[in-house]
């Protein structure tokens, strides 16, 4: 089962024998996870503009490929925050983008690969967690960006031949998620056990 740190949810209990948090308690903890979940966002928003820095399109020719570094943003907030979460840091982080670097094509394309890459995580999460590793959830949620990418292309310019790039994407998506799973796993490793034991709870 993927594993986030309890602690890191903070939660008040209200008096002796009630349920009802301190209204003090419940404010505090909502402006923690405001602050945590900004940070993560810009975290994102860092490793999207050193990706957009590097001359990708001149080393791997295939249209829509990322490296996929702002992901790792995402998918910790997934996977040691919480779904809710992940998907405020990934929106908060493709308007931010968009904002800042693109305009509309750019926004639909990032909008649809967001998506999906979300919609894996969550699909994966739910059917496969205790079968797949975070290479795997890396490498999921990889696949899905590029496909929402080429959804995107379709619907934007109305032809499906954009699809002929899928194996040659399919095969970026095993090596650069896979690569970015690893990675991940070696962070959550150090931020849920303090170097101790694995990132997932196989119990």
């Known amino acids: ?71 790792l943003a995402v998918m910790l907030t997934f996977f040691l925050v919480g779904r809710v979460d992940a998907a405020a840091v990934s929106a908060l982080r493709v308007l931010a983008v968009n904002l800042l670097f693109g305009g509309a094509t750019t926004l639909w394309f990032s909008v649809c690969g967001a998506i999906l890459s979300y919609a894996a995580l969550w699909l994966g999460e739910r059917l496969l967690h205790r079968f797949c590793s975070m290479i795997g959830w890396g490498i999921l949620s990889a696949v899905g960006h590029n496909i929402g990418q080429l959804m995107a292309a379709t619907l934007l310019f109305g032809t499906g031949a954009v699809w002929h790039y899928l194996p040659f994407l399919l095969v970026a998506s095993v090596v650069f998620g896979g690569a970015g799973g690893w990675i991940l796993n070696g962070c959550l490793r150090r931020l849920t056990h303090g170097g101790r034991g694995g990132a997932t709870d196989e119990s």
């Open 1 to 71: 089962m993927p594993l986030w740190d309890k602690n890191s949810r903070s939660r008040q209990s209200g008096r002796k024998g009630s349920d009802r948090p301190l209204p003090a308690g419940r404010y505090r903890s909502s402006g923690r996870r405001l602050c945590r979940d900004a940070m993560l966002a810009g975290v994102a928003l860092l490793l999207s503009y050193l990706e957009a820095l590097l001359p990708l399109n001149a080393w791997i020719p295939l249209p829509g490929f990322r490296l996929g570094w702002a992901n």
